[in-house]
């Protein structure tokens, strides 16, 4: 919408949402770009293409050792194939799978901007891209985990990975001991998005399942 009125907007845009929409017009008004097409993209990856995608990913590899074996020899087939999930798109092209263990926690971050493996997590939420994530992840890795409310082991080394436009990771997070006889469908219900990020670990939920 045109707004022509004086600009004392009480929640005014950010610098950089006004360098966006500027951008955005000035594409359309030139013919570069649809914005039909620029909504079904948004819309693609705001309710399509999401953590519910790495979260089957996930739990397939928690209940298939063959599958796991694939993801982690090469996490580009076996989730971009069709015989792995066939999740391929935008910003997923060459993709990583690092799996979590009692000695090594993964944690990944874009120094440089915000690259991230979209076809199995989505659009990346504000705090990856925000400059203190970005470079805290590197500087102070626990502490940044400290931020998200997960403590490990002091013997646990957390290994930093830097995203590139060439190159995405999907943590493998560690299976939540209790969860024995679930479903992959159960299995993928408990993944989160930050798990996958490696800002979080995998837990039942207390009502769950909690007499293991
Ligand atoms: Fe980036």
Same mark, same amino acid.
Request: aromatic letters at 4%.
């Given at each position: 919408?045109?707004?022509n009125a004086p600009h004392t907007h009480p929640n005014a845009l950010s610098d950089m949402d006004v360098r966006v929409r500027a951008l955005e017009t000035l594409l359309v008004q030139k013919g570069y770009i649809d914005p039909a097409a620029?909504?079904?993209?948004i819309d693609t990856y705001e309710h399509r293409v999401g953590p519910h995608n790495g979260a089957r990913v996930v739990a397939r590899a928690w209940s298939d050792p063959a599958y796991k074996e694939w993801l982690l020899r090469d996490a580009t087939a076996a989730v971009g194939e069709p015989g792995g999930f066939g999740f391929v798109g935008r910003q997923g092209e060459h993709? #990583?799978?690092l799996e979590n263990t009692p000695q090594v926690h993964n944690l990944v971050v874009c120094t440089l901007c915000s690259c991230y493996p979209w076809p199995v997590l989505?659009?990346?939420p504000v705090w990856y891209k925000s400059a203190p994530y970005r470079s805290k992840a590197v #500087?102070?890795?626990r502490g940044v985990l400290a931020d998200?409310?997960?403590s490990l082991p002091a013997q646990t080394e957390v290994r930093v990975w830097d995203s590139t436009a060439e190159l995405r990771y999907l943590v493998l997070p560690m299976r939540p001991p209790g969860t024995d006889d679930f479903s992959e469908a159960q299995l993928a219900a408990l993944v989160t998005?930050?798990?996958m990020i490696g800002t979080g670990i995998v837990t039942l939920p207390r009502s769950a399942g909690a007499q293991a």
């Open positions: 919408m045109a707004d620029l909504d079904e993209l993709l #990583i799978a989505g659009l990346p #500087i102070d890795p998200f409310g997960v998005r930050d798990a």
